[in-house]
């Protein structure tokens, strides 16, 4: 969800100096009340009204990483994880989990597949 503007943040601010109730001014902007009182204790412990940063960590395969593991399943289309993992930390120097690669080929829109000439189950031959 993306975060409520700048703009819109400034007229709620301004709208409490007028109006101190909080749920009237979030009926008024169509936000919720909570929202409006977080805001008000967020400008006075930091002066500052503007969204915080997201929550989370920044990915590590991206940019010009992000280009080299496209490239490394291009050349090797049969690689596991494990090995595209290692492959991308011998060229880019970046030790990534299987499920990091994982993720990042998902992100890329790629699948891991199974070899259709993988051989079949032992149990399946019976």
Not at 37 to 55: D, E, H, S, Y
Not at 79 to 92: G, H, N, Q, W
């Amino acid at each position: 969800m993306a975060s409520i503007s700048l703009d819109l943040r400034e007229r709620i601010l301004k709208a409490l100096l007028e109006e101190p109730s909080s749920l009237r001014v979030a009926a008024r902007f169509s936000v919720s009340a909570s929202f409006v009182r977080k805001l008000r204790i967020q400008v006075q412990r930091t002066g500052n009204p503007r969204a915080g940063k997201a929550p989370g960590k920044e990915r590590l395969v991206s940019g010009a990483k992000e280009r080299k593991l496209l490239e490394l399943v291009n050349k090797h289309p049969d690689a596991t994880l494990v090995e595209l993992a290692k492959l991308l930390e011998r060229s880019a120097r970046l030790s990534v989990s299987e499920t990091t690669m994982w993720r990042s080929l998902r992100r890329l829109g790629l699948t891991r597949k199974k070899r259709v000439s993988a051989r079949a189950n032992a149990r399946a031959q019976t």
